[in-house]
């Protein structure tokens, strides 16, 4: 036995994962005659029964509207949606439940907050992204951009797939209002160095927001340790239900910024005359809100408290650097992104093979990959290919599945070959 074979024995025994693989159901189904193996957890993940059964609890016994007060059953609800609420705050460390925004997704997260700073922006400021943004992290600020005349302008990236600091510290300059860049790519896995890079933008009196739809699944952030002035992620991703995410915003800001839409629940008066704004959080909740969905979630967010997340962060870890040592068992295979730190998402490409063919063959061997260009045109063009097939890993995968990626591999590679 190799010592990573060791070590990755004692993960496993510590972790847990065919333990935890119980508590998601779907995972336990066959997908065209083969045991599913799920590795496509950066594009949605799985959900516990936990956050399935929290769901369904809701609807059956508590559901109403909120905030209306009238009635037992709008009590419960409104307790059960605002408890999810504060679940979502101590995840986060914020400092209060004023600063957490329910929103769609991180998309209207990101449309939200770029719409809210358009009143800051004026022609010749710049918008500071990454090359390796989602379209998510992009698409609205070019739209802000042809708006208020301002520019958005990319950092560069590095062949191993890290942010160039050098880019970063050249594009910093005194017409730079926003930076918004991701925590963790979707694509590449890297983690960035965020921290130091909000820090040197608020010594600058830029406002900063930070992508956090690849880090929630991973890792824990602490936006007061970040210094951040917004954060945004997706439920979704993060083991919860579809159709919920979440925007951290400082209050101060938040305060500032103009509603994002108009109707019930944001308001505090309205006359023909004119209409005033309900206080945070609900100025950026219009309309009857998702509440089963953050029911949800605060589900999931207390599944995750319950495990051990270092155990977890090492037995992510472990997969990735199977995985990584199992390229060379492929003839042709190649890693898009090897960043020194990184979460364990593996985009790859096979010589001579398009990556829709190897997610279409590994599909009829029961595993679902993604491939495509993942949102991220831009970055796409920089490493000049039409996309990649991308593993996406989460902590109830295991070790055996990893190797089953790697034969199905050299299966597909044998057949075009
Ligand atoms: C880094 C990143 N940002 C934003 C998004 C968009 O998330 P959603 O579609 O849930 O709004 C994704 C989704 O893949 C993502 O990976």
Known sequence: MSDMSVASTATRKAFDAQAIRRDFPILSQQVNGKPLVYLDNGASAQ??????????????EMHSNVHRGAHTLGDRATAAFEG????????????????????????????????????????????????????ANIVPWQMVA???????????????????????????????????????????????????????????????LLDGAQAVPHFQPDVQALDCD??????????????????????????????YQGGGEMIERV?????????????????????????????????LNGLDRAAMESAENALLNRANQLVETVPGMSIIGTAKHKVPVMSFKIEGLHPSDIGTLLDQQGIAIRTGHHCA???????????????????YNTLDEVEQLFTALQKVQRLFA
């Open 47 to 60: 959900k516990p029964a936990a956050v399935l059964d929290a769901m369904d609890r809701y609807y059956r």
């Open 84 to 135: 999810a609420r504060e679940t979502v705050r101590s995840f986060l460390n914020a400092s209060s439940t004023q600063e957490v925004i329910w929103t769609k997704g991180t998309t209207e997260a990101i449309n939200l907050v770029a719409n809210g700073l358009a009143q800051k922006l004026k022609a010749g400021d710049e918008i500071l992204v990454s090359h390796m943004e989602h379209h």
């Open 146 to 208: 042809e708006r208020t005349g301002a520019k958005v302008v990319p950092i560069l990236v590095t062949p191993e797939g890290e942010l160039d600091m050098e880019s970063f510290n050249s594009l910093l300059s005194n017409r730079t209002r926003v930076l918004a860049i991701t925590h963790v790519s979707n694509v590449l896995g890297t983690i960035n160095p965020v921290a130091d890079m909000v820090s040197q933008a608020k010594a600058r009196g830029i406002i900063t």
């Open 230 to 259: 917004f954060y945004v992620f997706s439920s979704h991703k993060l083991f919860g239900p579809t159709g919920i995410g979440v925007l951290y915003g400082r209050a101060a800001l938040l305060e500032e910024m103009p509603p």
């Open 271 to 303: 006359t023909f005359e004119g209409t005033t704004w309900n206080t945070l959080p609900y100025k950026f909740e219009a309309g009857t809100p998702a509440i089963a969905e953050a029911v949800g979630l605060g589900a999931a967010i207390d599944y």
């Open 377 to 395: 045109m831009p970055l796409m063009d920089f490493y000049g290919v039409p996309g990649t097939a991308r593993a996406s890993f989460a902590f």
